[in-house]
């Protein structure tokens, strides 16, 4: 194993965890006010956290080998770690910023639902997350 992917991995997973930062902040926000502030603070921070995941994504499959797009649980577990980005996007996000675009003070109700909403794909990419450890670990 070339000594570049020992920092790679750590930069990728502190990149992961900063994206699951946000499983955290959502129930800390109270109005719209709250919540249009944090989406003007976190955009950028989305978007260097998307770029890195990327090039280390890439950097990670080039030192590893390509051969390894060829096995199955390498091709389910990029699926299963694009889909949690993908929930996180159009499950959260978009509602956050459903929100930050209404006319109302407080979006009690729609606050509520995004609390819901950060549950439930909070909960489906833990167990997405284990079972993507589980796969490169065991590389059935």
Request: hydrophobic share 60%; glycine share 4%; net charge positive.
């Amino acid at each position: 194993m070339p000594a570049v992917m020992i920092p790679l991995i750590v930069v990728h997973v502190v990149a992961v965890i900063a994206k699951l930062s946000v499983f955290f902040v959502i129930p800390r926000l109270a109005n719209v006010e709250a919540v249009q502030g944090f989406l003007a603070r976190y955009r950028p921070f989305e978007r260097t956290a998307d770029w890195i995941l990327w090039i280390t994504g890439a950097g990670l499959l080039y030192f590893a080998s390509w051969q390894m797009l060829r096995q199955t649980w390498m091709i389910v577990s990029l699926a299963l770690y694009l889909l949690v980005f993908v929930m996180i996007r159009y499950a959260l996000m978009k509602e956050l910023e459903k929100i930050a675009n209404s006319k109302k003070l407080l979006a009690a109700e729609e606050l509520r639902r995004l609390r819901v909403n950060n549950w439930c794909v909070g909960i489906i990419s833990v167990v997405l997350l284990g079972v993507i450890a589980s796969l490169m670990m065991t590389k059935p």
